[in-house]
């Protein structure tokens, strides 16, 4: 087992749903092998309330959740700290995204926006969709030989999940 923790960074522009789904399911199945974050381009400000009310509901911590901009993870004065670096949205993918120190694995696990539907019930059953979907991935992720692989191959296998874990 890796002696410390992989960092991991979901990206999203406004950083309110797809992104924080994914930091709290990754920080709540990762075993303490992870430390999930999140962060966004053009942060909203503000977690959408349906992301929250949906993990909240499947079990996941919802305390410290915050939109925040990834100048925070971004730049020369950041920690040194970043294993992987996923984007969520297709918008993050298509950014100029800041140099993250470290040089993390990058892969795009790009997901329809739930926060997209105007109708409660519509809305709440998107976010449920969007749990599950990337649920789905992160336990590919959580479940690869992280310690086994050489970087190219790790790279390669998280680049794949998008495909192997949309269903």
């Not at 075993?31 to 999140?38: K, Q, T």
């Not at 984007?87 to 140099?99: F, G, M, Q, R, W």
């Not at 926060?115 to 336990?139: H, P, V, Y």
């Amino acid at each position: 087992m890796n002696a410390k923790p992989y960092h991991v960074l979901f990206l999203c522009t406004a950083n309110s749903a797809r992104s924080i789904l994914a930091e709290a399911v990754l920080n709540g199945l990762g075993d303490g092998r992870f430390i999930a974050h999140s962060a966004g381009s053009m942060p909203r400000g503000r977690v959408h309330p349906m992301a929250l009310t949906v993990l909240a509901a499947n079990g996941y911590a919802v305390a410290g959740l915050r939109s925040k901009s990834w100048d925070e993870f971004g730049g020369a004065d950041a920690p040194v700290m970043m294993d992987f670096v996923f984007t969520v949205c297709d918008n993050a993918a298509n950014e100029l995204c800041p140099i993250w120190p470290g040089q993390p694995i990058s892969a795009h696990w790009g997901m329809a926006d739930p926060a997209a539907d105007a109708d409660e019930a519509q809305c709440r059953k998107a976010f449920e969709t969007a749990l599950l979907q990337i649920s789905r991935r992160i336990r590919l992720f959580a479940d690869l030989p992280h310690t086994q692989l050489e970087r190219t191959a790790l790279a390669a296998a998280v680049r794949a999940i998008a495909a192997n874990g949309a269903n």
